[in-house]
């Protein structure tokens, strides 16, 4: 290990003792190291070791990786890299797997050969798993022998020993953890949110044979993740369900100033653009320079090539923006930097001003050079970009009609939306509500001073299958977009929003879960800020009233519905005089009703809309809501809740 941490070595003040006092404040604030202790922290425990089992293999020393989730959810990461360094550190005095183990940020590599993610969502170490565990045991296979240790919630138990002798050169890191029962609230693993992950990285890190094996008692299964073509396998994936302009993945693997460049992209033939981009393997949710050098690369390369092209004149005068250009585009850009600076709301922008102009360059110049020598592409790139610029002009149009003046010009907003009284965004909901009746009620029920109701009728348009123009010109589309003030696509702004709670309630049956599911499409492809910024909730309304005389009592399903019968003194069987009452529709209840269990603040359950992982949300909108009939068969049939998918 080059150097250990730099709190350790420089002079050490007040501010250092917390460090030094190792991993109790990790312990202490689980929080501020792997962001929650629910289940998303659980699983960032195992994309933390899996993370450096990775920089293994993009210094080049490792080419396989093995997660299995045991029966009892404790985990083994298994590698093949150079096994974690068991020799002496000069200044602490404790082996390597020690110090990487039990010291705060000292598990990484520190030699600028490597690309350490740091700084990301990532990259905080392996002894932030360690201390979150309540047990770790680690394996090491390095200069011809086996190396042990353990540890119990972070603090050494077995000190470093040797096993035996490996055969030859073989080497790599086996570590196995169980995560602390005092720290998590959640202690199951899923597998297909590590399945997810695990395919991303190895779509984004060619070559490296990933697997992941469920050990648990009646789930057991094995998956492999191993893509030689690397992003074109990402891009081939993510095109999967939908109908592709040209079968070639157009594709480029380049490195520039010591940053490496992959990009692979395909045109379907859907509205949407679906850019993904990373650095050093973390997705870049807010983008960054490499993203934008990339996208004014492809924007000036295709104007370049409209300008040489023997399209039709009239067309050519109009210059294809950016988003005509990206029309239907799935591209996964994949950059590899030395020092990254992540910055934005959630560290997940990329900051370093070099990639913008490394990544722009390269891809100027090499897709110039694609598109000249594929003319077949090339035609069908421009035919779709100039057919966006054409709907592009009719959509504007229309939207001007959605474009109110003034957040206070209440003259402007729909006739259908009972609006609230305050008006100050922050203290404001809005909710959206399925039917005429059931709006009526919410209306009646609501607190009016601080929450607005706008009833939907019936099914909104499917905004998967339209083009922006046709969005605009949808009625129950435009009233949202209105009352919601924000404006979408290149033209949202947040500030505008009139409401910072936008609630969908829908009735808890199929249609319901279609009228949200076809919402939530709306704003994930048309004001995916609001959903970023944790505006986009859904109400959870009863599922049943269970009632004994005089007093009544809601449960949101059945298992609260038998519990509560049971303390009444029946069973669900309906002895003791107990009523219960199934709600098929939000209309059942009246307004009081409404209110108590849905709407009063005091009282109520909302959830709020996290489209994390945009990669699966993406596909799964698609899925559900694209074209192609047969994977959404097969997704529904695999996926009865298909709404828990989307990480809400
Ligand atoms: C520090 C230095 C070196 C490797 C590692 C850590 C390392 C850590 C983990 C964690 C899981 N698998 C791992 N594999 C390696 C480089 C050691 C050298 O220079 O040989």
Avoid at 343 to 371: D, F, P
Avoid at 412 to 427: E, F, H, R, T, V
Avoid at 485 to 508: P, Q, S, V
Avoid at 535 to 564: C, H, N, S, T, W
Wanted: glycine share 8%; aromatic share 6%; net charge negative.
């Amino acid at each position: 290990m080059a150097k250990t941490n730099d709190a350790a070595e420089s002079s050490y003040g007040a501010s250092d003792i917390q460090v030094l006092k190792g991993l109790e404040a990790v312990r202490k604030r689980p929080g501020m190291y792997i962001g929650s202790t629910s289940s998303r922290g659980l699983h960032h425990l195992v994309y933390e070791v899996v993370d450096n089992s990775i920089d293994e293999a993009l210094a080049g020393y490792c080419d396989s990786v093995a997660v299995t989730i045991h029966a009892d959810d404790s985990i083994t990461v298994t590698d093949n890299g150079r096994g974690i360094p068991v020799d002496i550190h000069p200044v602490e005095k404790i082996p390597g797997v020690e110090l990487a183990m039990t010291v705060l940020h000292a598990g990484g590599k520190f030699d600028k050969h490597s690309y350490k993610v740091s700084g990301g969502l990532h990259g905080v170490g392996v002894s932030v798993v360690n201390a979150l565990s309540e047990t770790l045991k680690v394996w090491i296979k390095r200069d011809g022998k086996e190396h042990y240790m353990d540890f119990t919630r972070g603090d050494t138990t077995t000190k470093l020993k040797q096993l035996g002798t490996v055969k030859g050169k073989e080497s790599g890191t086996k570590i196995w953890f169980k995560p602390d029962a005092q720290i998590f609230t959640e202690l199951v693993y899923d597998f297909s949110i590590l399945a997810s992950r695990l395919r991303e990285l190895s779509f984004l890190n060619k070559g490296v044979m990933i697997s992941l094996k469920d050990e648990r008692a009646g789930q057991e299964r094995e998956e492999t993740y191993h893509a030689k073509g690397g992003l074109k396998e990402f891009v081939a994936y993510l095109n999967a369900n939908k109908k592709v302009l040209h079968n070639e993945i157009v594709y480029l693997d380049a490195e520039k100033d010591d940053i490496g460049i992959e990009l692979a992209l395909q045109y379907n033939d859907g509205y949407n653009e679906n850019v993904f981009s990373f650095v050093n393997n973390i997705n870049t949710h807010e983008g960054g320079t490499h993203l934008t050098g990339f996208k004014s690369a492809l924007t000036s390369v295709i104007n370049k090539h409209l300008d040489k092209s023997s399209f039709a004149k009239k067309d050519k005068e109009a210059k294809l923006s950016g988003e005509d250009a990206r029309e239907g585009l799935t591209a996964v850009l994949s950059v590899k930097v030395r020092e990254p600076q992540f910055e934005g709301q959630t560290k997940t922008k990329l900051g370093n001003s070099e990639v913008e102009s490394a990544v722009k360059t390269t891809v100027n110049e090499w897709l110039a050079t694609y598109l000249e020598e594929h003319p077949r592409v090339a035609n069908i790139v421009l035919e779709k970009a100039l057919a966006a610029a054409r709907a592009r002009e009719a959509a504007r149009k229309a939207r001007d009609l959605t474009r109110k003046k003034s957040a206070l010009d209440v003259g402007n907003l729909p006739g259908k939306l009972a609006d609230c009284s305050l008006s100050d965004p922050a203290m404001c909901e809005l909710y959206l509500v399925e039917g005429d009746s059931a709006g009526g009620s919410a209306k009646q029920g609501r607190d009016r001073m601080f929450q607005a109701i706008l009833p939907l009728r019936g099914k909104i348009l499917n905004v998967e299958k339209a083009r922006i123009d046709k969005i605009l010109s949808n009625e129950e589309i435009r009233t949202i977009i209105t009352a919601i003030g924000t404006g979408i696509k290149e033209e949202f702004a947040l500030d505008g929003a009139r409401y910072h709670k936008i609630i969908i309630m829908t009735d808890a049956d199929v249609d319901g879960a279609h009228i949200r599911t076809l919402l939530l499409t709306f704003f994930y492809r048309q004001m995916p800020e609001l959903i970023e910024s944790g505006m986009v909730y859904i109400a959870q309304p009863p599922l049943f009233r269970v009632a004994k005389g005089k007093e009544e009592y809601y449960a949101y399903d059945a298992a609260e519905r038998d519990e509560i019968a049971k303390r009444l003194g029946g069973g669900a069987d309906g002895k003791a005089n107990i009523n219960v009452q199934r709600y098929k529709g939000l209309g059942e209840m009246n307004p009081e009703q409404l209110w108590k269990t849905t709407m009063d603040p005091e009282t109520r359950t909302i959830l709020k809309v996290n489209v994390e992982d945009a990669v699966m949300a993406d596909s799964i909108f698609q899925m559900l809501m694209g074209d192609e009939v047969e994977p959404r068969r097969i997704f529904i049939e695999q996926n009865a809740k298909f709404v828990s998918n989307l990480d809400i």
